[in-house]
């Protein structure tokens, strides 16, 4: 027996799996620091295949076997109710029988919400999960949310979402107080859309450190730890800063056509490129946590490499051991604010 | 008497103001090429002393004289009600008594948007005026539209946006059946929130170009001539954009610290980051466009240059010339799709 906290990984998810995701497993186990043990869910003809690939006989992880895999364009909700026999749902159910502590998958978004939400049910007193991002800025990275999981919000969600975030921000980033934005189109308190504008009330009257509204400019310059805002502003915000990197590579390849002393030195691009490709691009900081649901559940970027995988069961385990879930919850207990107004209004 | 069009240009909007919009002004009429007269409304001593300052005795430009100026943070609504001798009221009145054509402010964007719906009022069949902002693209721009005028939309809404977008990408970018695309969170139509859902529906039974959703990468890398959503969105995107060559410059600060190698010949650097800012900063394009209200008003940003300012008078007397609200008005005569559907639905 061991005490080490146990991370499923879901070998079916991805773009390449299982090929990158057995990669990744191997790695995040041979890792001499690791406090964690790797349990690797999926069809078990196709990893032995790739530990043969591998020339691995004697993998350092556990494999779980599941018959079924989820495709990346399979609808999200169909599948977590009916694909039963799926890495997802054969993954979570573990975690719900306490046979793991957490899940990590880089397959189709939506349907590793929904399994997570459908299986493991919702932590007490959280009206939707969301999921966390984290975005570069130049005083480091803030955690931003939700990012995709609900399309449509009301102001207790973003309240909720505040919370989340800014316990998340305190005990998994170690940031201090983490100062709380909502994202919004001004400033001032009166600037915004309905949702913002009830929103912002709730999160002034809170006991989180809510430093106001913050504009689209504000992310990047690190003006906040934690950012709040409904899923479809999010996500598109998130997908829209994942282009900019192809982008710049445009606009030096147009650059490289018309200049010849530009041509000479362009190599020289390449270092802060990697750094702007890297600290815009997700995967690098592993994955983006679902917080709000009864356990750890984290997503991985389709293009997931094996060290973002790591990274991903990385946090996962992180993420058990600083007893997360508990903080959310003791920090929705402590503020009754939301019971106490209608309803209806927020 | 000339038959040219006349262009009213506000004086004292902008952060430099009056300075910066006199030198455009200048700009702008000495333009051998130029099809349009400048009217320069705001203070006529302070215009007099920018003059005097650029040893100019006889402008080539007429000047109208207002007493008042707007504050780049004066509340827009109280402004566009109260300040009746404001350069912005003056400038809207005589575009209203047809004494000029068009009518140009780097100013309070609030205020000059409530100034221009509040005087020149509607246009015939339009709900709701809308902010369009050129995006670059690997493509060449796009047109996103609303950036700001609308925190919340209706589908109708959204679908008119399309129809101006779409009849300003024919006839002010000259693309061919403009191809337009709804800002959304996922390709299928049965993606995104409740407002683009009905949206979807709309648009698709029009007859314009509608390609459907498109997601936040699809922007940059120029997937459609013309992006649909709601104010909100739009802002927080655009700010977010316009903030990325800031970042740049942060990352590269942070490689010439570390790299000797980099340090030689980082000066390389400055040419595909001075494109990225050009292509990413809304002012080289002149200014954006108030569509929708029945006149023409363009927004250039507060920090605009001279020559944003002249480029947003050519744009202002383009429209004026491409007769772009006659063609709005036809677009959405010839689509009674709206007035068909119930009213509360969309």
């Known amino acids: 027996m061991t005490d080490k906290v146990r991370i499923c990984l879901d070998a079916m998810g991805g773009d390449s799996a299982p090929a990158s995701v057995v990669e990744g497993a191997i790695l995040a186990s041979r890792d001499r620091k690791a406090d964690y043990e790797v349990v690797l869910v999926g069809d078990k003809g196709r990893i032995q295949r790739e530990l043969e690939r591998l020339n691995i006989s004697n993998p350092p992880f556990e494999i779980a076997h599941a018959s079924e895999a989820v ?15 799926s890495s997802l749902a054969v993954g979570m159910r573990m975690q ?62 973003l309240y909720e979402f505040g919370v989340m975030g800014s316990i998340y921000a305190s005990h998994i ?15 001032e308190s009166t600037k915004g ?31 906040c730890d934690v950012v709040v805002c409904d899923g479809f502003v999010g996500n598109i915000m998130l997908k829209f800063a994942e282009s900019i990197g192809s982008y710049l590579y445009f606009l030096i390849k147009e ?6 002393l530009f041509r000479t030195g362009a190599f020289l691009l390449k270092y802060p490129l990697r750094s702007l490709r890297k600290s815009l691009d997700y995967a690098e900081y592993g994955g983006a946590p679902l917080l709000g649901v ?15 995988i790591k990274n991903a069961i990385k946090l996962a ?18 503020s009754n604010q939301i019971k106490e107004k209608d309803d209806r209004q927020v």
Do not use: W
Request: with cysteine; aromatic share 4%.
């Open 96 to 157: 719900k029988e306490n046979k793991v502590d957490g899940f990590v998958s880089g397959g189709n978004t939506g349907a590793v919400m929904a399994t997570a939400i459908l299986t493991l049910g919702h932590l007490e007193g959280v009206d939707r999960p969301a999921i966390a991002s984290y975005f570069p800025t130049e005083k480091g990275v803030a955690v931003v949310l939700d990012v995709g999981a609900n399309a449509d919000c009301k102001a207790r969600n």
């Open 193 to 223: 859309n309905e949702l913002t504008l009830i929103s912002y009330g709730l999160l002034s009257e809170s006991n989180l450190n809510f430093i106001g509204n913050v504009e689209g400019h504000d992310i990047l310059k690190g003006t």
């Open 71 to 85: 495709g990346m364009d399979e609808s999200a909700v169909e599948t977590a109710r009916k694909k039963r026999n």
């Open 317 to 334: 385990s992180r993420m058990v051991k600083e007893e997360v879930n508990q903080h959310i919850k003791e920090g929705l207990d402590s």
């Open 255 to 260: 650059e490289l056509r018309r200049s010849v």
């Open 294 to 308: 009864d356990g750890v559940c984290i997503i991985c970027h389709g293009k997931s490499s094996p060290k973002a």
């Open 173 to 187: 980033l170690k940031r201090e107080n983490p100062r709380l934005g909502l994202l919004s189109i001004g400033e």
